[in-house]
């Protein structure tokens, strides 16, 4: 595998009358080719943020402040607008939440597609209509020739989103971006998006940058997972190492709050206590603090990131070598 | 969709009827006897009386109404009190001039408002966007009336470059010269219409670029301008429909005020002039032709929308 | 009303310096019509050798065709305009506010009924009727009043009846109606203040209008008749004067101008404080 994409000290803030909010405060992880990642926190994580400055579709007040973002190995940050746009719904896609939004009301879908098709793939009209056709029978539309000349108000949200995918997937991208894609579906069919992407990941080897706040739609499609809270990654792993041994309180705490069926049973659901942190002053030392258990002293301090085992990182001091010492002594105390 | 046009067009026949019961009333309602204008001074008792049962007046109050509306639907709107020449007649001269200005103002406005309230949309807040705001402003505050005047005192009486009154000079018979008369109402009409429009259209467009698509546009690699032009226009262009209908009874008092400032000779300014007269068939003449004009631009602005929009086109 | 969307008016203004500078030029100019009869000059004073004069220390304005000042003139015509506009508009807070609240509150029928009757009025063109109405009836301020008032509620009225329908939904109507508070009480007590920013917007940009109707129908000189003189009956007769005193038709107009222009911004600028969805646009 190589590294598809880079992003190295990511920093994004909001300009407000109140002042500056930092939604995305130094952020750093690579996605490699034909990998799914995810990130995963609560609203006002920054994690759309995040999503949005990659291709630079933050719009003012919202500000880029520093970092880099290397697809294959050049910084995107650096590029011209014209090269930006060569590069965007081309080698990167991007899928958003609200399928029932996403499209233009009032354009065809077809048009909507070759729109795109023809811009960034040298074909002609009746090419990337043909393209176009044969996508959206990729995606599992019906019918494809006569849904294409409809307008969006005509599918329903699964097919939007279909449509969606369809437009994201028509010019090949190596990197799809979903913002919450199945957020706004019905469960069924989110199931259904979701065994979509992962048949067209491994029929094609698109890597998927997964953006959610639902654990489960995680667990079901990512290799790896990010976890971001107050603008920051608290913890990233595979999702074996967040799912079953998961070092973070913060982590710990969303995999608690996950509702389960259990025994015919449902148990019952703990959520986090407490508020995000206020990102227009955030707290110098770890953001989690006000709401965590574990909260101490040194937690006024900004962790570093511990490295529990390879290719897991985790921001507490918890996993610091003095508290882990701590911990096997009070263990060995307690046998 | 035919559906949904016969619909708009029998939600138009009350309110057609409701107005013809206004201009019945405001005959009926007029000050003084109608059979006045008919009598002369040597007229006996029995002259009146025939007169007034000829003109029907002698019979009941719906009856009278009922042979109104016969007459109406006969094309027979009465006769002017002051040039006792038919109302219809005299309306329908005057018709062509007003509709011209209107028409030419409207279209003006629309070429104008649209680009300008776009790129004020895109630039929201800066210079240019606050400039085009600030003018708007005026627009919908200046007395029409009153900046014709002052149209008037530049360009006619200070630089003598247009004509201040009417719509041809006696004697010249060319197109250029009604052109040359129409530039100052038009430009007020056009300066009023511009005011309305392209704040409404602003902030239309304001709203659909926080729309989603726009984002999924941007993503997708288009350029400001490809989004601003294509995707946003279309969706504020349905709109304007509607906002062209509601203003066409601005469009129409407009139109009247400044026929009188620039002495047009268009219905707006009959009207005026038989309203001094106090001269009853033109002015419910007037009333109903006008009003008709509103119910009819109002319809053909819902048919418009409903051709326009797929979401009501495809509901059949 | 709460206290939170009072602070936002205060914001706001402090944010929109053209909101205070309009409010400024509100203040001046009725303070200017309360105190007229300061003037130095009787309005009404007719001078014959001191005709169209222009603007000097004497007479700041100049004189109009009968020599009388101008100054004055305006003075004691803002007193009309600025009255106009204001009763013009209780007028049509008054019954746009009721047939609103009724309409929304009661729903069903009523409602229908008083819609469509709404959508009629609003299809005639209610300018030319005002001129109409003008002619047939006693010219005088109170007739223009009331006709400009009952010709333009209907805005209002929508207004009030779509925000009628979310207030009465809210817990505090619902449990006063179910505490058996009678359907009067429940509009004047709980639906009317909730709704009371709404209704100021619409009655200050209600004013601007108003004023512009009464300045074109007493400029057609169907409006404030003489000896009565208002910015728009000014203006009837400047217009036969353009070419030996163009001011007789600059000072009115402005005046008219700068009145409206400001009740309009203000209009606005409590339209952004009250609503903050609409913020920033």
Known sequence: MTELLSVQNLKTSFMTREGEVESVRGVSFDIQQGEVVGIVGESGSGKSITAKSLLGLIQPPGVIKEGKVLFHGQDLRQMTEPQLRAIRGNQIAMIFQDPMTSLNPVIRVGAQMIEVLRRHQKLDKAGARQRAIEMLREVGIPSPEQRIDQYPHEFSGGMRQRVMIAMALSCKPELLIADEPTTALDVTIQAQILNLMKQLRDATNTSILLITHDLGVVAQVCTRVIVMYGGMIMEEGTVEDIFERPSHPYTQGLLRSIPRVKEGQRERLVSIEGTPPNLLHPPTGCPFMERCPHAMDKCREMPPYFVPEEGHRSLCWLLSSDMQQQKREQEGDEQ | MKKYILRRILQAIPLLWFISLVSFALIKLAPGDPVNSFVTPNMSAEDVERIRHSLGLDQPVYMQYLIWLKNIFQGDFGYSLTTHRPVLTMILERLPATIGLMGAALLLSLLIAIPISMIAAAKKNRVTDRVISMVSYIGISIPSFWFGIMLIYIFAVKLHVLPSMGMRTIGVDSIWDILKHGILPCAVLTFMNVSMYSRYIRSQAISQLEEDYVQIQYAYGATKNRVLWRHVLKNVLLPIITILGMSFADLIAGAFITETVFSWPGMGSLGITSIFALDYPVIMGITMFSSVMLVIGNLVADILYGVADPRIKTMR | ?281
């Open chain 3, 1 to 281: 009303m709460n206290r939170m969307r009072w602070r936002n008016v205060k914001t706001q203004f402090k944010e929109q310096k053209m909101g205070i500078v309009a409010l400024i030029v509100l203040g001046i100019f009725i303070i200017a019509a309360v105190f007229a009869f300061l003037a130095p000059h009787d309005p009404n004073k007719i001078v014959v050798t001191e005709r169209l004069l222009p603007p000097s220390a004497a007479h700041w304005f100049g004189t109009d065709d009968n020599g009388r000042d101008y100054f004055a003139r305006a003075l004691y015509g803002g007193r009309v305009s600025l009255s106009v506009g204001f009763f013009a508009m209780i007028v049509a807070v008054v019954v746009g506010t009721t047939v609103g609240a009724v309409s929304g509150y009661f729903g069903g029928a009523m409602d229908n009924i008083l819609m469509r009757f709404v959508d009629v009025l609003m299809s005639i063109p209610s300018f030319f009727l005002m001129l109409i109405l003008n002619a047939y009836l006693k010219p005088g301020i109170s007739t223009i009043v009331i006709i400009i008032g009952l010709l333009s509620w209907m805005s209002i009225a929508r207004i009030v009846r779509a925000e009628t329908l979310s207030v009465k939904e809210r817990e505090y109507v619902l449990y006063a109606r179910v505490s058996g508070q009678s359907n009067f009480k429940i509009i004047t007590k709980h639906i009317v203040p909730s709704i009371l920013p709404t209704i100021i917007v619409s009655a200050t940009i209600n004013i601007a209008s108003a004023i512009l109707m009464e300045s074109s129908l007493s400029f057609l000189g169907l409006g404030i008749q003489q000896p009565n003189s208002s910015w728009g009956s000014m203006l009837n007769n400047a217009q036969g004067y353009i070419g030996d005193a163009p001011y007789m038709a600059l000072f009115p107009g402005i005046f008219i101008l700068v009145t409206v222009l400001s009740f309009n911004f203000l209009g606005d600028v409590f339209r952004v404080a009250f609503e903050p969805k609409v913020n920033r646009r």
